[in-house]
């Protein structure tokens, strides 16, 4: 997958999981303040990607307004043409169990280390990475504050295995944004995503770029804006309780 090339990050951070293969990169935001909960996105990279490929990405959402952690697919496929590893997400239930133990972990451990709002976790998937986040999120809705996916699509139904019960949905915000021209994942393919969530009673959005499998500079504005929108309505929400 082709990715727009991105700035020099802010700080990254390695963190090592207790499993030796899997490790996370964290990005921390420009002037943090430690008296303010920040927002925490979790990064799911494409297929044949990693976790550093992918955190590159958040300079160019906001260099402010979140931390980041990015998670590595535990499926190794090789190593990429820059020295890195290239790696997957599995098929199907594959890895399932194996990815949401090890995304509750990461997210623990960037809360050990700063201040993150426990409210505000978003799993942001990109391409194939998408399944991976919608899987994870479907397993604990409760959790985070929503998921979105970029240019991918939900993982494929096992028969026997339901990715989800509709009532775990109702309510979840789900953005989704994806290439008019994208044939890896085409639009119909999108919209058929929406229509379940919109039936299962989710807060969905769907929004379209001039673009194909490539991310779009305005998917990735869009991102910064869903999240610090979800913010904004929580704050007016609770200002009207309290009058």
């Known amino acids: 997958m082709t990715m727009p090339s991105a700035p020099t990050a802010a700080t990254t951070l390695p963190m090592p999981m207790p499993e030796p293969a899997f490790i996370t990169r964290t990005f921390v935001p420009d002037d943090y303040e430690e008296n303010y909960a920040y927002p925490l996105l979790v990064l799911f990279h494409p297929h044949g ?5 992918v955190l590159d990405l958040v300079p160019r959402m906001s260099r402010r307004n979140f931390f980041a952690v990015s998670v590595r697919g535990p499926q190794l496929l090789g190593v990429r043409e820059d020295g890195t590893y290239s790696c997957g997400w599995g098929n199907d239930q594959q890895y399932a169990d194996v990815v949401n133990d090890y995304v509750l972990k990461a997210v623990e451990s960037v809360r050990r280390a700063h201040n993150i709002h426990t409210e505000r976790v978003y799993f942001i998937g990109v391409c194939e990475g998408a399944a991976a986040a919608y899987r994870a999120a479907f397993s604990m809705p409760e959790a985070i504050g929503g998921v979105c996916a970029l240019n991918g699509s939900m993982p494929k139904v ?19 944004s994806h290439g008019l021209a994208n044939s890896v994942v085409p639009l119909t393919t999108a919209r ?11 807060n969905v959005r769907l929004r379209t770029y001039m673009t194909t499998h490539r991310l779009h500079q305005e998917m990735l504005n869009d991102v910064n ?13 609770l200002v009207r309780v309290g009058r």
């Open 225 to 237: 804006r869903w999240v610090i929108g979800a913010i904004n309505a929580e704050t007016d929400r």
């Open 49 to 53: 990607g990693n976790e550093d490929q």
């Open 158 to 176: 096992t028969p026997g295995a339901p990715l989800f019960k509709f009532r775990s949905l109702r309510k979840m915000r789900v953005m989704i």
């Open 192 to 202: 058929r995503d929406y229509k379940l969530f919109y039936a299962a009673g989710a």
